[in-house]
């Protein structure tokens, strides 16, 4: 069992090297997770630092004392693989932020496309859009990332055109073969830079849209003969690039 993994705002140890774990991080160490001297856990900040230290002892029911040594750092996956997600219905938008998250994605795009059922506006969309935040930081604690996804803000399909235009490989899904698309298992893929990918709702993405995305320098892929729900695509299509750039060698 790899060690548990929690987020600090700072790797500020003090006198030798002993490191104070508080808050709700603490507390869940202590309480839940209830770790006893001797143990393994990393610290990170979830933007690639990390430590890997060693239980020395509790106080009270949220602050684990820990030996850390040294901080390490692990430098951004090459190419970088963004996926723009069109908002799905329901609670399968956390799903797909986390599974996407547990692959080893490096960044998240909410997109509101025009045949979206779920919007995101006023406090509501502000409220999902931390939803999912709070979602891929928890699932890179739980699959021992120490490099979080990164979230941004949701984009209109003309904001997620002028991303595509700066990729190295923009790509959209689109299950319509008719219309042209490329299995994305044989795409030629950038060895370095990024990749932005691009899944659809559960109506599909407009002709409107795929007009506006080829137009900015995107291809049109498919990923295989059945047509997946827009909560898996955009996890399935990860574990693939990761798989041929050599990311998951």
């Known amino acids: 069992m790899t060690a548990p993994v929690f987020v ?23 309480s839940v997770k209830r770790l006893r001297p001797g143990e393994d856990v990393v610290l990170t900040d979830g933007a690639g630092r990390w430590a890997d230290c060693v239980v020395l002892g509790t106080e009270g029911k949220d602050r684990l004392i820990v030996q ?14 963004t996926v723009v997600q069109a908002l799905p219905k329901g609670d399968r ?33 502000q409220k999902a859009l931390a939803k999912w ?31 595509l235009a700066t990729a190295d490989l923009a790509a959209v899904l689109h299950e319509d073969t008719e ?22 709702p559960e109506g599909g993405i407009s002709p409107e849209e795929i007009e506006l995305f080829t137009g900015a320098g995107a291809k049109t892929f498919h990923l295989g003969r059945t ?5 898996t695509a955009g996890t399935v299509a990860t574990a693939l690039l990761l798989a041929r750039t050599g990311r998951w060698s």
Request: glycine content about 12%.
């Open 8 to 30: 600090v705002d700072h790797f500020d140890a003090g006198s030798g090297g002993h490191y104070v774990l508080d808050g709700a991080e603490g507390r869940h160490a202590v």
């Open 68 to 81: 850390m040594d040294s901080v390490a750092e692990d430098p951004p996956g090459e190419p970088r693989i």
């Open 93 to 125: 938008g956390e799903l797909a932020v986390e599974t996407m998250t547990e692959t080893g994605v490096d960044a998240i795009v909410p997109w509101a496309a025009a045949r979206c059922i779920t919007q995101w506006k006023g406090d509501r969309g």
């Open 133 to 163: 935040r709070s979602t891929a930081r928890e699932a890179g604690k739980q699959s021992r990332r120490v490099r979080f996804p990164e979230v941004a803000g949701a984009m209109t399909s003309k904001q997620v055109a002028a991303l």
């Open 179 to 200: 219309h042209g698309t490329e299995p994305f298992a044989t795409a030629e893929l950038p060895s370095a830079g990024s990749i932005v990918l691009v899944v659809g």
């Open 227 to 231: 047509v997946l729900r827009t909560s």
